[in-house]
């Protein structure tokens, strides 16, 4: 009895959030994998169930297939690109610099920009006028005498070209990545590194011996979350080139299939299949903090 | 203020605490904590002697066993509903809040209207010193003002028990022992049940009417500080209590004599013939030539002289091995820091409190005369005195 | 700096450390760079290839010309009316799941927590047709609904903010001692008591973070804007989308829609930038 005296408030007052979260994030989760095993076209129709044949069309279907690799090129490219220039970034200021501050601020000031706003930019900067018109990026090369790497970005027939949509993704989030890594690299105690340097190390070596072991989580925590942003994207590329299927990925294919072609089903199958992409590592992920925090 | 009068007393009737998980932190502990007394939970860390207070603030649920505060049974109520203040190492003092409003807090929480609240933080901020800081926040006030102010939080709500858990454990060392001492003086004035935890038996044998000593969550002894250093029930209280500690050799007793080591010490009283652990305090040595003839005398070897400026502890090995019993080893490492690794060869070591003037030379021989009555037998199998 | 030994090569690294570091910031700003001076051109002067060029005449045609716009200014009057109150509400719950989750625990939070905290790692798309159908249901979507479906969209902005602002607030509490909580309760405070009295004074940190956070993303949301609301009640971003989608939209016009569009998130960032950080933080889990 005294227990549920004890702790009874508390759950009470936690109470409204747990039932809204469990209706909005399982129930409809559910539902949604519910869905996915009809054959729901229309609006409001009622619907038979099919089992896994929606699933077993996708896996026939060439535009699914070629929109996962897209996925698989753009998360590749994003991921791995905006672990490299957060990580750079990271190392530049991570001995402190004059104006850190500034700096800091302008590399992460994309993160407070919708996607919408950073595609409708980047789609100009993008452009690949010819000639005179060359325009974007493109311009920017010839300025400096590099014309000859001018590209024609996404709008190439290459399987690649997706991977030009990860420029301002990482444009956008690579700041993300820095002050991560900034943050791992800082919680590093002076004295452990003083340590090292007494202990005869250059600092090359203090940061491959003494840092850069302290870094795995930042590592982990960085690609979780850039992993499980690049498989959401949908905004970014829908307004870059809402109709280029050179850049289609999954997200976008289900909001083709569910709010254009009103085929509910496919859409909550597509879904469902996002959902398993993304619970595969972040189950893992929450998992894991909660362990190592348990420990501390 | 409270009067002794009011005081009631906590009982505690066979208290268990376990975690989950397992860790049984308090076994069938019971305890009678007289009104008005001021007694003193210690041990070495880990021991259960916070768990106890916690148990009896209500923080911490009792698995089996009753607690009582007064005649009443208090082991379901939740914090709120006990009527006792609690003073934290951390002091916990609400950061947020003019020291005032700290004061002020359990009264306001107990629904005391707001005249009478202001008279009574009035009453004991001037009587603590406190009136001066009534408007600054916590992070403005120096440690020993925020001890303060955490004691005036509990004195101002006239609760039915103090419980403290280690207060001044933040504190450096000399602001420490005038607040002992004010402490001290605050009981007398109050006469509040007063329930106190330290690891620290200096601490415990000052402050305590009686002290409670503790390990690994069962009560070994509970009596006044004197009979607790004079007669130590088994060989942890009597190697824990008191510094330094307490020096133990294996000896054997046959015929009313002590022999270890190549001594022979005449017993008093008719002790068994048997196989012992001998203990003996620091203090119970002295210089032979300064002694009563009729004692018993050892001749030894200093390894080491430690000054303390109005006395010197004279450290000396003895030709038989280190006692090591589990016991012994627990309470001296709490009380000191590690220092077996330097001994010589696994010997028996002996510290011997001399005058500061005792002519000592490393490596000289020296002559100790040695008070019989103050040496103890322990059962070497289940360490209780004898 | 202060004074410390340094190595005969560390002018040479730090001079090439700045070039770096401001070879980066033309890198982030390019983008700011070309909307900046192409939406201050006069619309005379804009052209497409001439993007990276000073304007001749300054200009704020271009900001005029959308600002008459109902997509921007209806857009942003909406997107106002969503974003403080969800992430002022979003954010006082999570205040009180938070403190809960990390001094007042009940039997199993270890398994709630992680459960709620699921929640802000899902693709929205997997929730996306229950919600619609769920929403219309309750005539909270679209045209059905007297606000254009903006009430919907903020009930789902709270919701589907609760598992970040919980998290910070989780995190935040976890940081206060246990002590001064079970000193409220032993000086008499039971749980709402020791929330307002105690926990809550000391958040307001937490709720800087918490609301800019939630604020932010309630703001850039395309996804749940574009399938709950109809034109009235279209949030600034699926007004720019629109607009700026429109092939016959004027460059300038589209730059300038965009700056506007992106100006309250990015004031917020440019004062409040160190709660901006800490919020940044939270959403790695690690506090």
Redesign the interface.
Known sequence: MR?IRA?????L??L???I??GI??????G??VR?SFTDWMQFGETSGFVGLQRYSELAENEVWWRDVRHLLVFTLVFVVGSLLFGFF?AL??EK??RGENF?R??????????????A???R??L?N?SG?????IN??FA?IGLESIRSDWHKTDSGWAVAAVALPAG?ALS??VM??FL?GMRGVPDELREAARVDGAREPAVFWHVVRPMLW??IM??LV?LA?IS??T??LI??ID?RSPRIETP?VY??FQ??QANF?AR??A???L??L???VF??P???Y??KTE?RR | MTMTSDAVGIRLDRVTKRFRGGVTAVREVSLDVQPGEFLVLVGPSGCGKSTIL?MI???EEVTEGRIYVGEKDVTNQ???Q?D???V???Y??????SVRRNLG??LR??RVPRAERERRVAEVAQSLGLEHLLDRRPAALSGGQRQRVAMG?AIV?EPKAF?MDEPLSNLDAKLRVSMRAQLSTLHQRLGTTTVYVTHDQVEAMTLGQRVAVLRDGVLQQCDTPQEVFRRPVNLFVAAFIGSPSMNFVAAEVTGGQAKFAGFTIPLPGEPADGQVVLGVRPTAFSLATDANRDLPTMTIQPRLVEELGDERYVIFDLDAPRVDTEATRAAVEAQTAEDALLLPENKAQFTARLPADAPVTIGEPLTLAIDPHRVHLFDPQTGLAR | ?NGKLRSPWSPYVNTA??V??FA??C?????IY??LVTALKAPAEVS??G??ELPERWSFESFQAVWDRPEIRQGLVNSVMLAVPASVISSI?GA??G???SK????GA?I????????M???????????TR?MTDLNLRGGNDPTNGLLGLTL?H???G??IT?LIFRTYFAGI?D??I????????????T?F??AL??APPAFAVSMIWQF?SA?????FGF?MTSQQGWPV?IG??NI??VQTIP?NE??A???L??LP??L???IL?RF??RG??A????G
């Open positions: 227990r702790w009874g408030p508390g759950f007052l936690v409204p959030s747990l809204l979260l909005f994030v399982y129930g409809f989760l539902w949604n869905v970034m530049l200021l402190g610099v700096f601020s302008v590399y992460l000031f994309p993160m407070a920009i919708s996607f919408i706003a950073v409708i930019v980047w100009w900067l452009d006028g005179v018109n060359t325009a974007g311009k920017l300025y444009w700041g993300y002050a991560l943050a989580p930042v925590s960085a979350i499980h498989l959401k949908f905004d829908y307004a809402l997200a289900m909001w569910t709010f509910y859409g909550a597509v879904a469902t996002l959902l992409g993304v619970a972040i189950v992920y929450i998992w903090s909660l348990r | 916690r603030a209500g923080l939740l914090p709120q006990r006792v203040a609690m934290f190492q951390s916990a003092l609400y950061p947020r809040m807090f359990g929480m107990r939080r709500r419980l | 700096m450390r700045y770096l570091l980066l910031v890198f982030f700003l390019m983008p070309a909307m497409v290839p993007m990276w719950l009180a799941n403190f809960v989750l007042w625990r009940f039997p270890d709630v927590f992680p459960l709620i905290l699921f929640g790692f899902i693709p929205y798309q997997a929730v996306l047709i229950p919600l769920f789902i709270i919701v589907y609760l598992p919980t001692s002590e001064i079970e000193s409220s309760q032993v000086d008499g405070a039971g749980m709402l008591r929330f009295f105690v004074p000391v932010t703001w850039n949301d395309f996804l399938v971003t720019l989308n700026a989608n460059f589209a730059m829609s965009a700056l569009a992106s998130t990015l917020v960032y440019i930038g901006f950080m940044l933080m959403g790695a889990l690690k």
